[in-house]
Each structure stands twice: as structure tokens, then as C-alpha cells.
């Protein structure tokens, strides 16, 4: 008798955490080939619009113009209103020519001309700073613009 | 002399350390997931060129959105919900009698004399206040594009029986099976039957 009860131990058998490594770098795989670095910082809220008739953006002949209002920790230099930001740095109206130029000298020679502009701009910002940008645009002879948004529909939200 | 077995390594570390990368890589990337609303802009118009066509009333469908980011539609208010309709409506309209050379045969619409005479000739034109909220404008591009897709899907799948949209997606991924030289004339002559025609007014500064 004494044969079967001496086997029936109190401790719960540790759980193996063996196959944690595993699982682990599964995830870590997943992540290096789904994303991408990051280029830019940003500077500005980014809380892009949604909507659901879209396009695929061709990342190879694409420049970025962000805009909406400084990010939370920018905000006490450079206030509440809506601002560009082009690379790194914030942009003024007048300068976006420069900028633009110098981000399409970095893109291949043959897709120069084939360049588009994406816009990613914050849903708070007034239609008057992308107007300002789109009219510069067209100054600037690169008519090919982008609205970058979110999936999802704005009817949902009325 | 006995065997002796060789040491294991101490794997308990392995998954710090895969914890570590893994959590870099989630910081510093971001996931590919740029889409929008792709658009031409009009050229610069030069000061002597040549005057504007003259565009009939009833060809021209004009949105107004104020500063308070409400429609006027036509001169009526509207909701937002309702200008996907309205504005296939108006496209599809095909009002020109069926002995003129603008006859629509493809169009479903009302055939009201009194709106567009053939999605050739129809405008939409979009109007804005300065201060109009980004997203309304949005809102606003995206289901008058809407309004061109559905069309455009019930063309394409009367004459060839796929979806536009579908096939012009898979085409720009370059996913796309089969001919796609054919696919891409099918999806220019879909263009042709309902081309894009949005025209975007300076915003008037009344909200100042």
C-alpha cells in the first residue's frame, strides 16, 4: 500500500519555461520582418483621419510633409498653432521648397520625377495650412499628393 | 575510464536576452501601413492663358463646407452620410436626350434634364473655409471618391465582371494574376466611362 501513497508528492511539478526562448524570438522575428525603423521624429500629434476608399502608397517615391499642432513637449516653445514639419526639423510655408527639394535629391535618380508628396496631417488641423502646403506643391511643379489616413470610415463617429 | 558527458550550457538567459531584442525592435520600428487618397493637383494657370470653358450650371455639383464643418449640397444643407448618394446621383444622371452626341447609354441614373448631362462632363466641385476641420475635408474627399468607386465597380463588373476596386488594388501591389497589361487598359477604359473630375476652389477667408 505504503508502495503507491509514497509516489503522490505535495509539490506541483515545476512548469518548464524551456520553450520561452522560443516563443520569445518567434515573436522577435515576427516583429523585424513586419516593421520597419523608424525615420523621423516626430514633432507634431499625428492622429491621422480615417477612410476607406485608399490607395497603397509607394514608399520608394514618397516624401513625407507631416503637420498638425506640437507634440505635448514642444508645445510650451512652439505654442498651440498648427505647424509643418518636413525631416526633422519644422518648416515654415515659404521654406517647404528647399526642404522638399533636398528630401528629393535623396530618393533614386529615376524615380525623381515620379515623386509623390505624402501628406500625414493631424484630423485638428484647419483646411487653410494644407491648402497653404498644396499650393506650394503646385508652385513647386509636384502635383502627385497623397492623403495619408487611417482604415475606418468618419460616418462611424456621427 | 567512464564517460564523462559535457556540461550543459545554462540556457535560462536565452530568453532575457530574446526579450531585450524583441523590445528594441518594438520601439524603434514601425509598421508599414501607409494608405490614403491619392490626387493630381491642377497645374498653375498662367495669367494669359487662354479663358475657362464655359461649364454649364447643371453640369457642376458644388459642396460648400463651412468653418462649423457643416454642407451646403447644391444650396441645401445635407449630412454627410447623405453625399455619397447625392453625388452618384448627380454622376449617374445621364441627362442628355438620347439623340444628342452626349448621350450616356451606360448611365442608370434619373435622366433629369436638369442635372449633369454625362459623367464626362460632370464637375464636382469642392469648396472649403480656411478654418475647416482636416478631417471633415477627409470625410468629405472620401465619399465623393466613394461615389466614383461605386460607380466605377458597377461598370467594371457589368463589362468584365470584377471590381474595380479590386483589381486596381492587386494591380498596384503588383500581386495581380493573369494579363496584366489587359487588366490595366480594362481599368483606363473603367477610368474613361467615369473620370475623375474634382476640382478644389481656393477657400474663401470668410472665417477670419
Redesign the interface.
Known amino acids: 500500500m505504503s508502495k503507491f501513497t509514497k509516489k503522490k508528492s505535495n509539490e506541483l511539478p515545476p512548469i518548464s519555461?524551456?520553450s520561452?526562448?522560443d516563443i520569445?524570438?518567434m515573436?522577435?522575428f515576427f516583429?523585424?520582418v513586419?516593421?520597419?525603423?523608424?525615420e523621423t521624429n516626430l514633432l507634431v500629434e499625428q492622429q491621422l483621419?480615417?477612410?476607406?476608399?485608399?490607395?497603397?502608397?509607394?514608399?520608394d517615391r514618397s516624401i513625407f510633409i507631416f503637420a498638425g499642432k506640437p507634440s505635448q513637449q514642444y508645445k510650451d516653445k512652439y505654442g498651440e498653432e498648427g505647424r509643418i514639419q518636413i525631416g526633422d526639423k519644422y518648416t515654415d510655408v515659404s521654406n517647404i521648397g528647399m526642404a522638399l527639394s533636398e528630401a528629393r535629391g535623396k530618393l533614386i535618380p529615376e524615380l525623381q520625377s515620379k515623386v509623390?508628396v505624402?501628406?500625414k496631417?493631424?484630423?485638428?488641423?484647419?483646411?487653410?495650412l494644407?491648402?497653404d502646403i498644396?499650393?506650394k506643391?503646385?508652385?513647386l511643379?509636384m502635383?502627385?499628393?497623397?492623403?495619408?489616413?487611417t482604415?475606418g470610415?468618419?460616418?462611424d463617429d456621427? | 575510464m567512464a564517460r564523462r558527458s559535457a556540461p550543459e550550457v545554462n540556457?535560462?538567459s536565452?530568453?532575457d536576452i530574446?526579450?531585450l531584442?524583441?523590445i528594441f525592435?518594438?520601439v524603434?520600428?514601425?509598421?508599414?501601413k501607409?494608405?490614403?487618397?491619392?490626387?493630381?493637383?491642377?497645374?498653375?494657370q498662367k495669367e494669359d492663358s487662354t479663358p475657362p470653358v464655359l461649364i454649364k450650371d447643371k453640369n457642376l455639383f458644388i459642396v460648400l463646407v463651412n468653418k462649423n464643418d457643416q454642407l451646403l449640397v447644391e444650396d441645401s444643407p445635407m449630412?454627410?452620410?447623405d453625399l455619397r448618394q447625392a453625388a452618384i446621383e448627380f454622376l449617374d444622371n445621364g441627362g442628355a436626350p438620347s439623340n444628342s452626341p452626349e448621350n450616356c447609354n451606360y448611365c442608370q441614373g434619373k435622366k433629369d434634364p436638369s442635372s449633369s448631362d454625362n459623367p464626362n462632363k460632370a464637375i464636382i466641385s469642392v469648396q472649403?473655409?480656411?478654418?475647416?476641420?482636416?478631417?471633415?475635408?477627409?470625410?468629405v474627399?472620401?465619399e465623393l471618391?466613394?461615389a466614383y468607386?461605386f460607380l466605377r465597380n458597377r461598370e467594371s463588373q457589368r463589362l468584365f465582371g470584377w471590381d474595380y476596386?479590386d483589381v486596381?488594388?492587386h494591380v498596384?501591389?503588383g500581386t495581380y494574376v493573369g494579363d496584366r497589361k489587359k487588366a490595366e487598359g480594362n481599368l483606363k477604359e473603367i477610368q474613361a466611362l467615369f473620370p475623375l473630375k474634382l476640382s478644389e476652389a481656393?477657400?474663401k477667408k470668410t472665417g477670419k
Do not use: C, H, W
Open positions: 519555461t524551456a520561452l526562448p520569445v524570438f515573436l522577435l516583429f523585424m513586419a516593421t520597419v525603423m523608424r483621419p480615417k477612410a476607406d476608399q485608399v490607395e497603397k502608397l509607394k514608399k509623390v505624402a501628406l496631417v493631424d484630423d485638428d488641423t484647419n483646411t487653410g494644407v491648402t498644396k499650393e506643391l503646385r508652385e511643379n502635383v502627385k499628393i497623397i492623403y495619408i489616413t482604415p470610415n468618419q460616418l456621427y | 540556457a535560462g536565452m530568453a530574446a526579450f531584442l524583441l525592435f518594438l524603434t520600428t514601425t509598421m508599414e501607409d494608405k490614403g487618397i491619392a490626387r493630381q493637383l491642377p497645374p498653375i449630412k454627410l452620410k472649403n473655409d480656411r478654418l475647416t476641420s482636416y478631417k471633415m475635408y477627409i470625410a474627399q472620401n471618391v466613394g468607386n476596386t486596381k488594388k498596384d501591389a481656393l477657400p
